[in-house]
């Protein structure tokens, strides 16, 4: 496994609404992969808290549950996705959120991205987690993360050993500013108007694979590894 690990596998982009468990897949991902997460939530987040002014203008679009503008968000995904770390693959999780950042992508990877003959031309394998509606309430509400190591818990089915402590650090863990009932809503209405179309979008691409959150985390952990390993270059491509 060690030597088929080492292999890139290009961009994996992770769609699913709110609390769909995107963020808990992607260090699984990492984890198995050794590729980098970009999740444009903890980017923005952590901009939000070093008061950047990124981090300033995306505050109260954020604190409302609504998208951050397109314009801004490209210039953050472009710069991170020019890092050496993105050269053998990464994750994307919260982009594309409509279908104009999907376009923007697309754009991207083949005029600059894929223009690298370190990298190869490697389409983006496009996963979508499909959870029951009524479920993501009760995810969110119970999501505790840490602030040191990022690391994803929840008060109900995936709970720390010690209440509130990160069993990996130790730190206090946190709720974050748009978990609230109020805003979740909010979150889930863009999803559905905005983000929704960014799966037909690829569906009509024929790069879509949809897989059953509604499992337990590890259940659904094995079905995405299913979906790369079918869908990884074979080993005469440059990756
Ligand atoms: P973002 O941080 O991307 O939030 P999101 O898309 O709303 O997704 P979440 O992080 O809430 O959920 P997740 O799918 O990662 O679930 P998780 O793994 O944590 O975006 C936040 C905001 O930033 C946006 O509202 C917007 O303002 C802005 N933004 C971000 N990207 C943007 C973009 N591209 N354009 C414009 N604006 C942008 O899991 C949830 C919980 O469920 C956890 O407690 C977990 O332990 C639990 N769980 C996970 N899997 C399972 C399972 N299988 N069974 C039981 N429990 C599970």
């Known amino acids: ?8 596998i290009g961009p994996v982009i992770l769609l699913g609404s709110p609390g769909a468990g995107k963020g808990t897949q992607a260090k ?3 984890e198995r992969y050794r590729i ?3 999740s444009t939530g ?7 808290q070093r008061g950047t002014p990124l981090g300033v203008a995306a505050k109260d679009f954020m604190a409302r549950g609504e ?8 210039d953050m995904v472009a710069q991170r996705l020019r890092q050496a770390d993105c050269e053998r693959g990464f994750i994307l999780d919260g982009f594309p959120r409509n279908p104009a950042q999907a376009g923007w992508l697309d754009a991207f990877l083949e005029h600059e991205f894929f223009d690298n003959p370190q990298r190869g031309k490697c389409l983006p394998i496009v996963i979508r987690i499909d959870v029951d509606y009524n479920k993501l309430l009760r995810r969110i509400t119970g999501r505790r993360s840490c602030p040191v190591c990022g690391r994803i818990y929840n008060v109900y089915s995936q709970p720390p050993r010690v209440a509130d402590r990160c069993d990996v650090d130790g730190s206090t863990l946190v709720t974050r500013d748009d978990d609230r009932e109020d805003v979740i809503r909010d979150r889930l209405e863009a999803y559905e108007l905005q ?3 960014v799966a037909e979008y690829y569906a009509r691409k024929g790069r879509l694979v949809s897989v059953n959150g509604d499992l337990p985390v590890n259940q659904v952990t094995d079905q995405i ?9 074979v080993a005469s491509d440059k990756s």
Not at 1 to 7: F, G, L, N
Not at 42 to 48: H, K
Not at 67 to 74: A, C, I, K, T
């Open 1 to 8: 496994m060690a030597e088929r690990t080492s292999r890139g």
């Open 225 to 233: 590894f299913q979906v790369i390993e079918s869908h990884r270059p």
């Open 42 to 48: 903890d980017l923005l987040r952590e901009n939000v």
């Open 195 to 197: 983000t929704k179309p």
């Open 36 to 38: 980098p997460q970009i």
């Open 67 to 74: 998208f951050v503008p397109d314009d801004l968000m490209y």
């Open 28 to 30: 699984q991902i990492v």
